[in-house]
């Protein structure tokens, strides 16, 4: 079964930066394709960004295009959310997940979630 470890939240100031890591094991296929989720209290869970494992082909949501950047390390099984000039609007559950959707819209096996916070 898969196992999903997300890691690297914290508490910043708007306009810092954070970066998330997702380490994937346990039957990890690298024809799949991972992806970043969030979720603040009250809203509905979001899909931030995707990456496929075999062409690095990526996909971001509107509202993080041009701040956020997703890459992958083949070698560790590993997906990267490097997250730029955050906003308080960031704040938010982060999760990673695979294999996910062609739409970055699901996953199938999920992360323990890693808090972002962003204060103003």
């Known amino acids: 079964q898969l196992h999903l470890v997300d890691s690297g939240g914290g508490s910043v100031q708007a306009g810092g930066s954070l970066r998330l890591s997702c380490a994937a094991s346990?039957?990890?296929?690298?024809?799949?394709?991972i992806g970043w989720f969030r979720q603040a209290p009250g809203t509905a869970r979001e899909g931030v960004s995707c990456?496929?494992?075999?062409?690095?082909?990526?996909m971001y949501a509107d509202s993080v295009k041009g701040r956020f950047s997703v890459s992958r390390d083949n070698a560790k099984n590993t997906v990267y959310l490097q997250m730029n000039s955050l906003e308080p609007g960031d704040t938010a559950v982060y999760y990673c997940?695979?294999?996910?959707?062609?739409?970055?819209?699901?996953?199938?096996?999920w992360g323990q979630g890693t808090q972002v916070t962003i204060s103003s």
């Open positions: 997940a695979a294999p996910v959707t062609q739409q970055c819209d699901y996953g199938e096996y």
């Open positions: 990456i496929s494992f075999t062409d690095g082909y990526t």
């Open positions: 346990g039957g990890f296929s690298d024809s799949s394709a």
